[in-house]
């Protein structure tokens, strides 16, 4: 069995790749011009996505020990994770004022999977157990609720004409931005049943990894990544339906106009 500090020893060799990585996903996306639909470049974004995940993880890194032991400490970091992704997931759908409904996508399949787990004693009341499970549905949901969001109001400014078309046509406001959003929003969870889909064959998630390492055998490393994975599709499709629903009902959207306008507005 591999120890992880034999796999990746954290000394001067490992902080060099670090930095050649680094350096070189920031170059080529300066150099490809990558950048989203608003002309923002991905370089910079790149650049500071490195540098504040060095600082937090070294942060919690130095909390962890302090967290783990107690009750209150615990469900205030979990509090913070999860206002953390609200806010990275609502300003990555909308920049106005309706980003915070995103905390509802998020919440409503985590949630309930954490109270089940710590209802049926699968996952106990402590930070070394309860932190890396969160963390990782938060983060499933995060990614889904972006994803989900951002691709429906994308569809319903392309397509602002087909939403009014079936306003005309007599659909309820909702029901037409149903029609238009709910194809593209769907795709949210592609990546989540890719990886499910591929597991063991291409890749080996770092839950079934970091099992192995940690001195569980191989058919406990595969329970544990199978539950995960499991997890994460229900997770992350209560997240793309919640937030399908929130802009179909124009709770999330990015200008406040009329609807059909070229920002998928709402009715007001």
């Given at each position: 069995m591999l120890a992880a500090d034999v796999l990746l020893p954290a000394d001067a060799t490992l902080g060099a790749v670090?930095?050649?990585?680094?350096?070189?996903?920031?170059?080529?996306?300066?150099?490809?011009?990558?950048?989203?639909?608003?002309?923002?470049?991905?370089?910079?974004?790149i650049a500071l996505a490195g540098l504040r995940a060095?600082?937090?993880?070294?942060?919690?890194?130095?909390?962890?020990?302090?967290?783990?032991?107690?009750?209150?400490?615990?469900?205030?970091f979990l509090l913070l994770m999860y206002a953390v992704a609200v806010r990275?997931?609502?300003?990555?759908?909308?920049?106005?004022?309706?980003?915070?409904?995103?905390?509802?996508p998020i919440a409503a399949g985590v949630l309930p999977t954490v109270l089940a787990l710590l209802l049926t004693g699968l996952v106990p009341l402590k930070g070394v157990a309860l932190i890396p499970v969160t963390g990782i549905l938060i983060g499933g949901a995060l990614t889904a609720t972006v994803l989900g969001g951002r691709r429906a109001l994308d569809e319903l400014s392309t397509r602002h004409g087909e939403v009014e078309?079936?306003?005309?046509?007599?659909?309820?406001?909702?029901d037409a931005r149903?029609?238009?959003?709910?194809?593209?929003?769907?795709?949210?969870?592609?990546?989540?049943?890719?990886?499910?889909?591929?597991?063991?064959?291409?890749?080996l998630p770092g839950a079934f990894v970091g099992m192995l390492l940690g001195g569980a055998t191989p058919v406990q490393a595969g329970v544990v990544q199978l539950f995960v994975l499991v997890a994460l599709m229900m997770?992350?499709?209560?997240?793309?339906?919640?937030?399908?629903?929130?802009?179909?009902?124009?709770?999330?959207?990015?200008?406040?106009?009329?609807?059909?306008?070229?920002?998928?507005?709402?009715?007001?």
């Open positions: 670090l930095a050649v990585l680094f350096a070189v996903a920031v170059a080529v996306a300066a150099v490809a011009r990558l950048a989203d639909g608003r002309e923002r470049g991905y370089a910079r974004q060095a600082v937090q993880l070294a942060a919690v890194s130095a909390l962890i020990g302090w967290v783990v032991g107690s009750v209150p400490a615990l469900l205030g990275t997931a609502g300003r990555r759908v909308t920049p106005n004022g309706t980003w915070w409904w995103v905390a509802a078309a079936g306003l005309a046509l007599g659909l309820l406001p909702r149903l029609e238009i959003a709910r194809p593209a929003a769907s795709d949210a969870l592609l990546p989540g049943l890719d990886q499910t889909r591929t597991v063991g064959l291409v890749t997770v992350q499709a209560v997240a793309v339906a919640v937030v399908l629903e929130l802009v179909a009902r124009g709770r999330l959207h990015r200008e406040d106009r009329q609807e059909g306008g070229p920002a998928g507005g709402h009715v007001s």
